[in-house]
């Protein structure tokens, strides 16, 4: 039985698949990897297409779109092979690209989540925006990348290569992870439904003992922005929900209340400047996304958890003091 499931989750992605499934199916081969697609209820001929061009790859077919998360929950536990690597649609993979991941998980048992460099599609001398290079939060859970700091996205001139570096997060655009460690950590959480499922994800794990990683051994171009681009109300919503509601759950009631105390004077700010440039719907999506992480946060105030310490997930960092007070662009 092969030990590696790559998993393209799609929802109506068709063109992407046209696009990026070609290659994947030509550099994910070997008997230790078996290439999926989980379909969410496509209707724009996704699935049709890919019986018809790439019977070779595996597919799961859901009736309605469950989201990124239980999309991916629900295929990770159908396969249930022991390494499951989740792979974006609009990603572009190398030759050899899964081979040195799938070694390093096998040689290093304590790991639980590993990322490959991540660069941009549109300019392969840079890193993409969502990943780069293995992802941070900062003082207040803003996340930020290795060779990323908000817009500002660095060049790869090997300024990471060589190393092995022990991240906060690992980002979803190609993620492998332990399935047994997967499991035990609660799996991706399905009320987030889009977006920073895999910070939340990370966060569960190192407060398991679990290391998050992220390597340069291996590479892969991201498009990014597939589903919803940067700036597009829906996205600026789930970002500031979904970002409240991982440190909620992750961290303890002790230590989580001042922090997002903080958070909410900050993205009171995030607010005002959506105003001043006359962006009413990002806005409104910063006053939505507050009500609605009011609402949802009670859903965490039960059962039992595992919190994280503030230190083993937050840096020293302001990166919005970094960035547009200090000028930093890294």
Not at 152 to 167: F, I, L, N
Request: hydrophobic share 40%; charged share 30%; net charge positive.
């Amino acid at each position: 039985m092969s030990r590696v499931a790559v998993i393209i989750l799609n929802w109506n992605g068709k063109e992407l698949l046209k696009q990026f499934l070609p290659t994947a199916s030509k550099y994910t081969q070997g008997e230790d990897v078996d290439l999926v697609v989980a379909d969410n209820g496509s209707t724009d001929g996704s699935v049709e297409w890919i019986k018809e061009h790439h019977p070779e790859v595996m597919l799961i077919e859901y009736r309605k779109n469950l989201g990124f998360a239980e999309g991916y929950n629900r295929a990770i536990e159908i396969l249930d092979y022991p390494y499951s690597l989740l792979l974006n649609s609009d990603v572009e993979v190398t030759e050899g690209w899964w081979q040195p991941l799938f070694r390093f998980m096998e040689e290093n048992p304590e790991v639980g989540a590993l990322q490959p460099k991540i660069k941009s599609y549109r300019d392969k001398s840079r890193f993409e925006y969502a990943g780069a290079a293995g992802g941070f939060l900062d003082r207040l859970g803003y996340p930020y990348c290795r060779g990323r700091l908000f817009d500002c996205v660095e060049k790869d001139e090997g300024q990471y290569d060589g190393e092995v570096k022990d991240v906060v997060w690992a980002s979803g655009a190609a993620l492998l992870v332990r399935t047994d460690m997967f499991r035990r950590a609660g799996r991706l959480d399905p009320h987030f439904f889009a977006h920073m499922e895999e910070i939340d994800l990370c966060c569960r794990m190192i407060a398991r003992g679990f290391r998050v990683v992220a390597t340069s051994f291996s590479e892969v171009y991201h498009v990014g922005g597939a589903s919803l681009n940067q700036g597009n109300p829906k996205k600026t919503y789930l970002n500031f929900r979904n970002n409240l509601l991982l440190l909620y759950k992750n961290l303890s009631p002790e230590k989580r209340g001042k922090i997002l105390l903080k958070r909410r004077l900050m993205d009171t700010l995030a607010f005002g400047m959506f105003v001043l440039k006359l962006d009413f719907r990002n806005a409104w999506s910063v006053i939505r996304a507050h009500n609605d992480f009011r609402k949802m946060r009670k859903l965490y105030d039960e059962g039992k958890h595992f919190y994280v310490e503030p230190e083993q997930i937050l840096s020293d960092r302001l990166i919005a003091v970094d960035r547009y007070l200090r000028r930093m662009k890294k």
